[in-house]
């Protein structure tokens, strides 16, 4: 199987290594557009780091979270052959390499005592030990990938302002784990930036898009002439699933045709779907219904320009585009922008029909 290379994340590697240097003090909330390579940096950067750091990767991504158990099952991996003490030893003192953990490895006596709790703070209570035993000797990262899975779930109240004083006391006050929150979805990054509790206690490091020069650059490593980097650039801007779909293709200009005429047309049925319905979207307590006037408002907004303010906008329509991944709101900046550039080609051409 043909694999495409790790290209170029100087700049975000760079600044997760300064992260890494220093003690752990704040959380790191890893965000940015859909397939801009978020969870290829991470999975690249734990594969690059010294043997002193152990790294706990829990991804959330398609896992089906509905009450204590679920999240139980999901944080931690049984290591069944061993009891507690050896599990500890076995991450404290290995140090030939980086060690790796799909999950936060505990033994099968612990995951039943956990089951028998079902309370939290039991859970919390543990891992704060996990961790404080691990830092002796190691530098433990846990990194969280689509933690908006858990954003809306309640059990005993609502899970993630209970996850989030977690964090906030490994890495705020007692400086034992580097935390990295990793998500896509930018409505939930917007609610975690305004979210009073997190301010001076976290960080944002944006993944975006390849720039020109860096999207040419792993073009021209694939053999593209300057037309077809042209092309490519055109259809797809500096999105990495896109360009690896131009690199893999046989007729590079027909495949971006193809795929800019299959977005056209999912756009087209979107709002010949408001024509006959109203979607509801919920904001704080209550719910608005999606006008389609309102969403045509906002998308002839970019007929001529690639990212707006986010000030004055319809908040329902807005709110509906971005969930239906066809915007990227980046709170930081308070803009908004298509998430790729077959998205911006699809408004353009939808508007001029």
């Not at 076995?90 to 060690?99: D, G, R, V, Y």
């Not at 409505?187 to 009073?196: G, P, Q, R």
Request: proline content about 3%.
């Amino acid at each position: 199987m043909r694999r495409i290379e790790f290209h170029n994340r100087v700049r975000e590697l760079k600044e997760i290594t300064k992260i890494l240097d220093v003690e752990p003090s704040l959380i790191t909330f890893v965000y940015g557009p859909i397939n801009s390579g978020k969870t290829t940096l991470v999975s690249h950067l734990i594969e690059g780091l010294p043997e002193e750091y152990v790294v706990f990767y829990i991804n959330l991504r398609g896992r089906f979270i509905s009450d204590y158990r679920d999240f139980i099952r999901v944080l931690f991996k049984i290591e069944r052959e061993k009891n507690y003490k050896e599990v500890l030893k076995t991450i404290s003192e290995i140090s030939a390499e980086t060690l790796k953990f799909s999950g936060i490895p505990v033994a099968e006596s612990v995951m039943n005592a956990l089951f028998k709790e079902k309370s939290y703070e039991d859970v919390f209570e543990f891992l704060e030990e996990y961790f404080t035993t691990i830092a002796k000797n190691k530098r433990p990262v846990l990194i969280i990938d689509e933690l908006q899975v858990v954003g809306d779930l309640k059990i005993d109240g609502l899970l993630m302002y209970k996850l989030f004083n977690f964090f906030i006391r490994l890495t705020k006050e007692l400086h034992l784990c580097h935390i990295f929150a990793v998500s896509s979805d930018s409505l939930f990054i917007e609610n975690v930036y305004s979210e009073a509790m997190l301010d001076g206690r976290c960080r944002y490091l944006l993944v975006d898009d390849f720039d020109h020069e860096t999207a040419a650059a792993l073009l021209e490593g694939h053999g593209f002439s300057d037309d077809e980097t042209a092309v490519a650039w055109e259809y797809c801007g500096g999105k990495p699933v896109c360009l690896v779909e131009m690199i893999h293709a046989d007729n590079r200009e027909q495949i971006a045709k193809d795929m800019l005429r299959i977005r056209v047309t999912q756009l087209k049925d979107l709002l010949d779907y408001l024509d006959y319905t109203k979607p509801r979207i919920t904001i704080g307590e209550d719910e608005y219904a999606v006008e389609k006037e309102d969403v045509i408002g906002i998308i002839s907004r970019f007929a001529d320009v690639e990212c707006i303010n986010d000030e004055g906008l319809n908040r329902p329509a807005k709110y509906f585009l971005i969930k239906d991944n066809l915007l990227f709101l980046d709170p930081a900046q308070g803009t908004i922008k298509p998430q790729s550039r077959l998205n911006l080609l699809a408004l353009r051409e939808v508007l001029r029909r």
